[in-house]
């Protein structure tokens, strides 16, 4: 069974910064592209950043210039950077894995169960 495991959450003041982890766990051969999406309450989930196995990223236009994502193939883990965190950054984030091999099956995708971020004075 693959899990996605994160951590590195908690509570920053505005203009802090915090680095997310997410690490997938199981026999893992494999994961071709890992991620972090958002959740504030009452909005829907959304994309925050991608990155592919080639290292390919995408972001959203609120984090960019402030967010980095980044992946350790060899690790299976994926890091999300964050800078300049405000208000509207208060969120639970979600790692997720996109085709993710095992010597038995593919996964389409797999979420990790969030981690809380809370930007507030």
């Known amino acids: 069974q693959v899990q996605l495991v994160e951590s590195g959450g908690g509570l920053v003041q505005p203009g802090g910064s ?11 051969l494999s994961i071709d592209a890992m991620g972090w999406y958002r959740q504030a309450p009452g909005k829907q989930r959304e ?22 994502i980044s992946r350790d193939i060899a690790k299976k ?16 984030y979600y790692c997720n894995a996109a085709r993710v091999w095992t010597r ?16 507030s004075s």
């Open 47 to 68: 994309l925050v950043a991608v990155i592919s196995s080639g290292g390919d990223t995408n972001y959203a236009d609120s984090v960019k210039g402030r967010f980095t």
């Open 18 to 28: 915090l680095t997310l982890s997410c690490a997938a766990s199981g026999s893992v």
């Open 104 to 119: 038995s099956k593919l996964y389409l995708e797999i979420w990790g169960q969030g981690t809380l971020v809370t930007v």
């Open 77 to 92: 883990t994926v890091l999300l950077q964050m800078n300049s965190l405000n208000a509207e950054d208060t969120a639970v």
